[in-house]
């Protein structure tokens, strides 16, 4: 039965063949896990630092808008200062009339 050896060293050979080709495609897709994990990870690290882009730009548009507001009160509080020294200037400015009137 030389041809039956022969048959079964051929089934040998293809049966090593395609494990072969199952142990490449297994390595493939290995490599395909370790490339997606890689490209998982670059994208979780690019998402996280454009939330933190945008934790800060939101920190920055409400400090603007509390500078803003701190702006608006101090420039209320200015006009308020104004208006006081306004009210003292013209009572001093009357209590002045008053005091030439008397001279003259």
């Known amino acids: 039965g030389g041809g039956q050896v022969a048959a079964l060293e051929e089934e040998k050979r293809t049966m090593a063949a395609s ?12 490599e395909d896990k370790q490339t997606n994990l890689k ?3 670059s994208l979780k690290s690019r ?3 454009l ?3 945008l934790q800060t730009a939101q920190t920055s548009v409400q ?3 509390e500078g803003a507001e701190g702006a608006e009160r101090r420039i209320k509080a200015l006009e308020e200062e104004k208006r006081k020294l306004e009210g003292e200037k013209s009572t001093l400015e009357g209590e002045k009339k008053a ?3 008397e001279k003259s």
Not at 19 to 30: D, H, K, N, Q
């Open 19 to 30: 494990l072969a080709g199952l142990e490449a495609a297994v390595e493939g897709l290995e």
């Open 63 to 65: 400090a603007s808008q």
């Open 47 to 49: 998402v996280e630092e």
């Open 99 to 101: 005091l030439e009137g």
């Open 39 to 41: 490209l998982n990870a």
């Open 51 to 53: 939330e933190a882009q």
